[in-house]
């Protein structure tokens, strides 16, 4: 007896049309990185911030388009997942660290340091991260549900204003000392150029965020149409 098989290649799940897990993807890695270079303090001149200023605004830009999209329990699972991947990594890290180092490996001091991130600094990042991204996401879905679809640009900045305050504010208070913020100044310098940072970048990447919403949701019109 000869069964027939499809070829499961030419029938590709529907999921894998799908822009989310893309997301998602890029979502969770960012932050991952962010964890790892926010260790080093960072001055520009009179700015004082962290390593990963540059870099860290991109998740709630992402986050926005997740929020927008799919919506916030969508948001809010993309953002448990990412604090999952940045504890496991953690995790992974502080056994490779304590796993005895090889005859031959003379670089443990330094894979240590790189590595070993600090405990204040691990809970500062995901008391931000998690605190920020939900608080994003919620009020973009609230300001949305109350006025509608209209008014994009509104949702997006308005959210992250109050996501990115908080996030920075946690973070800040929680790590400023162990990044060697030790004055009062410093601190404030260090939240409100962060805030002001990662809020100016939402707006120049207005131009990315729009076309990157549209697009996503006509990818995923065409997974429905798919599935239909």
């Known amino acids: 007896m000869i069964l027939r098989m499809s070829n499961p290649i030419s029938h590709p799940h529907p999921i894998a049309r799908s822009p989310y897990p893309y ?4 979502f969770c890695a960012v932050f991952l990185i962010s964890n790892i270079t926010a260790q080093k303090g960072v001055e520009l001149g009179p700015l004082v911030t ?9 998740s709630y830009v992402i986050g926005d388009v997740i929020a927008e999209v799919y919506g916030f329990k969508a948001a809010r699972r993309a953002v448990f997942t990412g604090f999952g991947i940045a504890v496991l ?27 070993g991130l600090l405990p204040r600094i691990i809970l500062a990042s995901l008391t931000g991260y998690v605190v920020g991204q939900l608080l994003n996401a919620w009020v973009l879905q609230k300001m949305k549900d109350r ?14 204003v109050v996501g990115e305050f908080a996030d920075t504010l946690l973070f800040c208070s929680i790590a400023a000392g162990v990044i060697g913020i030790d004055s009062v100044g410093a601190f404030v310098n260090y939240v409100i150029v962060g805030f002001l ?10 131009p ?3 076309p990157t919403i549209a697009a996503v949701r006509r990818a995923e019109e065409r997974a429905s149409a798919v599935t239909a």
Do not use: H
Not at 23 to 26: E, G, K, R, T, Y
């Open 197 to 206: 940072w990662k809020t100016l970048m939402e707006v120049v990447l207005l």
């Open 147 to 160: 006025f509608g679809t209209d008014r994009l640009w509104a949702r997006l900045i308005g959210s992250t």
């Open 89 to 115: 990594a953690v995790l992974s890290f502080y056994i490779a660290i304590w796993l005895p180092a090889a005859s031959f490996y003379d670089m443990q001091d330094t894979f240590a340091a790189v590595l």
């Open 50 to 58: 962290d390593g990963a200023f540059f870099l860290f605004p991109i």
């Open 208 to 210: 990315v965020t729009y």
């Open 23 to 26: 997301l998602l993807a890029v």
